[in-house]
Every structure is written in C-alpha cells, then in structure tokens.
C-alpha cells in the first residue's frame, strides 16, 4: 500500500537487505529509531520530518536521481553502475560484516588458465555489475560478453560461465566454492546520495546536512570510549604522559585545589592496559563511559 508524503517531508531511501538492519544500527546510534513493520516497505521513523522507503541499493540511485526520493544510502558502485547523477554527501564506512570497503574482483575456476584481464578476451563473464564491468574490460582494450547474473554467481563458473566478477568482503565464499581472485576492479563503501533539486531546497539540504553530521558523528565514536579520573596537581605531569600523545585531555579544577579532574577520549581496546598504569602514576577514581556520538 502506498503513503501519501506531506509537502517539505524528506523523502529518505533505506537499503532493504544485507544492509537493512546495519543502517538501522546506525541511525540508531545517530539518534533515530527506526522500526520496521512485517510486509511493509515504509519503515517508521521518530522524526515526522522524515518519510522512510526500503528499496533495494542497485536501485537507490536512479530512484534518488529522478527525485523520486530525495536521498538514500547505497554503495559507490550501484553510483557508477547507474551513472547516476547524483551529489554524494558523505562516504559511511560500514557493511554487512565488516567496517571496511566491499570489493568487486574478478574471480575464475581455481584451475582456470585465465590469470589476468586479457585472457578475457571472447570469454563470458557473469556478473550483477554489467555496466562498471564492460567500462573496466574496454579501458583494458578486451572485448567479452557480460551477462547479468540473477544470483549464485559463485556456482557459474566454469560450465556457466568462464569468470565472473563478484562483491565480497572477506573472501570465504569465492574460496568456498573454488574460485581464484584474479583482479581487483573495485573498492566500494557506501554513500549517502542527494538528489541535485533536494540540495536545492535549503530545508531538505539543512535536514539532510543534518542527518549526515549525526551518522559521522555516530561512526566516529564507535569502539571509543570517555574516561575520567581524579588526579593530584602534583602528579598530573605524571598521569599526561601516561596518556597517548594524541589525546588532548580537558582538565578542570575541583573544588579541593589540590586535584584536578581529567576527562578524555580512547580507544575502548586500551583502557584495560592504561587504566593500571594512570593509577600507578597517581590518578584516582578512575570511570569509564560509553560514547555515543563525536561530533567536529
């Protein structure tokens, strides 16, 4: 069933899929709750504001192209499979498993002879990226027939097909089902797209500056942590060089003038190693607190 979408509300496309819940984490953290209701593809969001739309990420970009919706998150390669005109606000560094960039390789049987670009010439590639895949063999000079693949690529080769170029994160599908990385064609994080009339619109553009300040914000805070302490004026030299030398504490008096409080920002994996140490060199009353968000 459609919605209707009061004038000025932005419209914002979700990634339905391996990205669904990651996104929604992530806005989470950002500050918004997002609830997805069984069978329906408009997720509710606690910002009226805001009107939310599951579509798939290949799709994201002709759809925030055309104004259908006037931004989403997607990947920077369904940006250039598309060759969407659209305006890239933000690069989010996140995925269905990791927090690093997808990659799109070209993979063949293990025993294939094919070892690089070239040996594709006339040979039969099966793929979802079919556009960013016929521009990487042209500028290589090699001319292939590239077919889309619906799914369970992987399986394809090599009575299907004689490579094909595939998404992966870790590698353990494409070895799983015997298959080699031969090249690398591309890195991808995802984006967070606007369509160029919604940046035109200083309401939309300031609800989606916004929106995106929040998500960076949330990113930037992940596996930090806040710490503060007590220390003597007498050995706070001590407790600074205990602290990593990019850190810039904020040091604020107490009412006892001979303490100060401490208060500064780490990674969560060092506390356990520095905490002993910052209470040998004299601080005291050590708490460490969670970080939601870490805004410039």
């Known amino acids: 069933m459609s919605q209707s979408i009061a ?25 918004y709750k997002i609830a997805f209701a069984s069978r329906s593809y408009y997720p509710t969001i606690d ?28 990947g920077h390669d369904w940006v250039l499979e598309n060759d969407a005109k659209v305006h ?51 500028s290589h000079g090699v001319t292939a027939h590239v077919e889309f693949s619906w799914g369970a690529t992987e399986v ?27 090249e690398d064609l591309l890195q991808s994080t995802t984006r967070f797209i606007a369509c160029p009339k919604a940046m035109d619109d200083p309401s939309k553009r300031r609800k989606m500056e916004n929106i995106v300040l929040m998500l960076k914000g949330a990113m930037a805070a992940e596996g930090k942590v ?4 007590n220390v003597p004026r007498e050995a706070l030299d001590r407790v600074l060089k205990v602290l990593p030398a990019l850190q810039t504490p904020t040091i604020s008096s107490l ?35 969670p970080i939601n968000k870490i805004i410039d």
Request: hydrophobic residues 40%; proline residues 6%; contains cysteine.
């Open 156 to 182: 394809k080769p090599p009575h299907l097909a004689d490579a094909i170029v595939e998404v992966t994160e870790t590698g353990s599908s494409l070895r799983a089902n015997k298959l080699r990385i031969v």
């Open 255 to 289: 009412a006892d003038s001979s303490w100060v409080d401490v208060n500064t920002i780490l990674d969560e994996s060092q506390v356990r190693d520095l905490a002993p140490l910052l209470r040998d060199a004299g601080a005291r009353g050590l708490v460490e607190y």
């Open 226 to 229: 806040g710490l503060m302490m």
């Open 47 to 74: 910002d009226p504001g805001i009107h939310c739309t599951l579509i798939r990420a290949q799709e994201m970009p002709r759809y925030v192209q055309d104004g259908l919706l006037d931004c989403g998150l997607t």
């Open 88 to 138: 890239e606000m933000a690069e989010l560094v996140f995925s269905k498993v990791s927090r690093k960039p997808v990659r799109w390789v070209l993979a063949v049987p293990e025993d294939s002879p094919i070892r690089s670009v070239k040996d594709l010439q006339g040979k039969r590639i099966a793929t979802e990226v079919v556009q960013l895949t016929r521009r990487w063999l042209a």
């Open 7 to 31: 004038p000025g509300v932005l419209k914002l496309g979700l990634p339905a899929g391996s990205l669904q819940e990651a996104t929604a984490e992530l806005f989470r953290k950002a500050g």
